[in-house]
C-alpha cells in the first residue's frame, strides 16, 4: 500500500488549498513545497489580490466565484482570520473596452447588482480619480480584496490540523506513474501515493511537459506608493480598482496596510525563459509603466516609490485555467497557476482539486478549464 493516499506537489495558493480539503476529508496526504512556506519566488505573494464576481474575463466563471466566496468565508470562520474585506470593485475604460462590456455582460447575465458610473460621477465619488470624460465604470459593490500570504497559511494551518504532512524546501524532481502506486522522486527519497495532485505554479511545466508548450511565464511587477494625496488612497476612500486605460490595464488597492498604495500593470510584461530565472530584482525602469498611467488618470497617487515587489504570471493561450486529469493517467491532477486571475479561485480550487483526485471528477463545471481544448 502507498504511503500516502495523496501527494500535493507546491504549496502555494492552490496545492494548500487542496491539501486543506483532502485532509478534512479523511485521506492520509502530504504537502511538498521546493521553497520556504509563504516564499516570494512564485505567484502568490505581494500582500493583496483582487477578487470580484461580475467576472469581464467570461461570465461562466460566476458560479465558481460564488463558491469561492463562500469557501473564503469559511476559511475565514475555521482560521478566525480576516482573510476577505469588501471595499467594492471599480472596473473603468471605454464602454467598449473588454474590461468594462465583459463586467456588464457578466453583471446583466447573473443579474448581479452593479451601478454604471460617468467619468465625472467616478472622479466625484472616489477623488483619487481623474478619468477622461469618454470613460466609464462598473461599480460591484460584492468585490473586494484577499491577503494571499495569510489565506494559503491558513489553508496549510487547517490541513496540518486534520493530520497533513508538510515538507517545506523539499523539491520533487519528477513525478513516475507506477503499476500499483505513484513515485515522488525527490533528492534523497522517493515516497509513493495513490494520487498526486501537481500546484507546482510557474514550474508545473517541469513536473508535466505536457503543459509546457501552453504556458507562457511572465515577470509582474507589483509597486507601492506614498501618495500625494493620502486621503484619498486609505482604505474607506479608495476602492480595489481595475482600469482599462490607453495602453495598460492597470489595477490597484487602498493604502489598508500602511504600507503605501499598491498598483501594478496587468498587461506588457517581460517574458521569463523559466520559473528560475525570475527574482526580486525590479528597478527603476520597472516602475515607468504604472507612474506613467498615474501621472494620467491618479495622478494624486503618483509620489514617492516605497517598495517593488516581483511576481509570476503564467499564461494560457487564451487566458483560461488548466485543471484536468494528466491525460493518460487519471491518478496525476494538474492544476496550472491560472494566467495571472487564479487567486480568488484557489478556495473553490482546493475543494475542485480534491474531487478529481478522489472521484476522478468533480460537478462544479471547470469544461472550460480542460486540456484537450489546446488539440
Ligand atoms: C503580480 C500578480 C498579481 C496577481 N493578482 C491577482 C489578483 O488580483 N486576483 C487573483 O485572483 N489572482 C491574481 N494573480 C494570480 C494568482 O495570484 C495566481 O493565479 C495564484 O496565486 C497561483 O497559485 P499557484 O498555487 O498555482 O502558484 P504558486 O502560489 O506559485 O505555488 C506553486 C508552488 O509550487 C512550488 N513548487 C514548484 N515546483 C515544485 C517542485 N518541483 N517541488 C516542490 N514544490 C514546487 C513553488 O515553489 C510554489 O510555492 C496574480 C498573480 C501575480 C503574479
Redesign the pocket.
Known amino acids: 500500500m502507498a504511503a500516502y493516499d495523496v501527494a500535493v506537489?507546491?504549496?502555494?495558493?492552490?496545492?494548500s488549498a487542496a491539501l486543506f480539503h483532502l485532509s478534512r476529508r479523511g485521506q492520509r496526504v502530504i504537502g511538498?513545497?521546493?521553497?520556504a512556506l509563504g516564499?516570494d519566488?512564485?505567484?502568490?505573494h505581494?500582500e493583496?489580490?483582487?477578487?470580484r464576481l461580475a467576472y469581464f474575463e467570461h461570465p461562466s466563471y460566476v458560479p465558481l466565484l460564488r463558491r469561492a466566496y463562500e469557501n473564503w468565508r469559511e476559511l475565514e470562520r475555521l482560521s478566525g482570520e480576516t482573510l476577505l474585506t469588501v471595499t467594492g470593485v471599480l472596473e473603468a475604460g471605454r464602454p467598449d473596452s473588454e474590461l468594462v462590456a465583459g463586467s456588464l455582460e457578466a453583471s446583466r447575465l447573473h443579474g448581479l447588482s452593479h451601478e454604471v458610473l460617468s467619468a465625472a460621477e467616478i472622479n466625484a465619488r472616489f477623488p483619487a480619480f481623474d478619468l477622461p470624460a469618454d470613460y466609464t465604470g462598473v461599480w460591484q459593490g460584492d468585490g473586494g480584496y484577499l491577503k494571499?500570504e495569510r489565506a494559503?497559511a491558513a489553508h496549510r494551518a487547517l490541513a496540518r490540523r486534520h493530520g497533513a504532512e508538510i515538507r517545506s524546501e523539499?523539491?520533487?524532481?519528477a513525478i513516475e506513474p507506477g503499476a500499483r502506486s505513484v513515485r515522488i522522486v525527490m533528492d534523497d527519497e522517493v515516497i509513493e501515493a495513490g494520487r498526486v495532485v501537481v500546484?507546482?505554479?510557474?514550474?508545473?511545466g517541469?513536473?508535466a511537459p505536457v503543459l509546457k508548450p501552453h504556458l507562457r511565464l511572465t515577470r509582474?511587477v507589483?509597486c507601492w506608493y506614498r501618495p500625494k494625496t493620502p486621503a484619498a488612497f486609505a482604505l474607506g476612500a479608495l476602492p480595489v480598482f481595475l482600469i482599462d486605460g490607453a495602453d495598460d490595464m492597470v489595477?490597484g488597492f487602498p493604502d489598508f496596510a500602511e504600507t503605501g498604495f499598491k498598483c501594478?500593470s496587468h498587461r506588457g510584461a517581460e517574458i521569463l525563459a523559466s520559473a528560475d530565472a525570475a527574482a526580486q530584482d525590479a528597478g527603476p525602469a520597472d516602475e515607468a509603466r504604472t507612474r506613467r498611467f498615474l501621472e494620467r488618470y491618479m495622478p494624486g497617487g503618483a509620489g514617492e516609490l516605497r517598495a517593488m515587489k516581483t511576481?509570476?504570471?503564467t499564461m494560457t493561450p487564451d487566458e483560461d485555467f488548466i485543471v484536468d486529469l494528466a491525460p493518460g493517467d487519471p491518478r496525476i491532477v494538474l492544476?496550472?497557476?491560472?494566467?495571472?486571475?487564479?487567486?480568488?479561485?484557489?478556495s473553490l480550487m482546493g475543494e475542485v482539486l480534491a474531487d478529481l483526485a478522489l472521484e476522478g471528477g468533480t460537478d462544479w463545471d471547470i469544461s472550460r478549464f480542460r486540456l484537450g481544448r489546446f488539440g
Request: glycine residues 14%.
Open positions: 506537489v507546491g504549496l502555494g495558493a492552490m496545492g511538498l513545497e521546493q521553497f516564499h519566488k512564485g505567484s502568490s505581494g493583496s489580490r483582487v477578487i494571499p494559503s523539499t523539491k520533487v524532481r500546484s507546482a505554479g510557474a514550474w508545473i517541469e513536473l509582474q507589483l489595477y501594478a511576481c509570476i504570471y492544476a496550472s497557476p491560472c494566467s495571472g486571475h487564479g487567486f480568488k479561485f484557489a
